[in-house]
């Protein structure tokens, strides 16, 4: 199936600025779109950024003007660059691939998350 392995997370001021990124693999057809989702202790899930194949993205308002989203398509990876961090960005950000793989339909495949955190 896909593999999703993410990296870049790690201990930053307030201010500061962070870079994740998010490697897909395996038996890809091909990738729908690529994103982030964060989870902070005791909330639920919430949509950071996505981006399509074709380049289209969406955010969320928190984050809006602080990150950027990006792919590159050949080597089915996606980044997210985080600026002007906030310690109300702490959380968890799991990377997601929409995508299908071989013998197998259109599905969501998540990786194991890295952790972000942002201090006062």
């Known amino acids: 199936q896909v593999q999703v392995v993410e990296s870049g997370g790690g201990l930053v001021q307030t201010g500061g600025s962070l870079r994740l990124s998010c490697a897909a693999s395996g038996s890809i057809v091909y990738i729908v779109s690529m994103g982030w989702y964060r989870q902070a202790p005791g909330k639920q899930r919430e949509l950071v950024a996505t981006i399509s194949n074709s380049g289209s993205t969406n955010s969320a308002d928190s984050v809006k003007g602080r990150i950027t989203i990006a792919n590159d398509n050949a080597k089915n990876t996606v980044y997210l660059q985080m600026n002007s961090l906030k310690p109300e960005d702490t959380a968890a950000y799991y990377c997601?691939?929409?995508?299908?793989?071989?013998?197998?339909?259109?599905?969501?495949?998540w990786g194991q998350g890295t952790q972000v955190t942002v201090s006062s």
């Open positions: 997601y691939v929409r995508a299908r793989a071989t013998e197998w339909p259109i599905n969501d495949y």
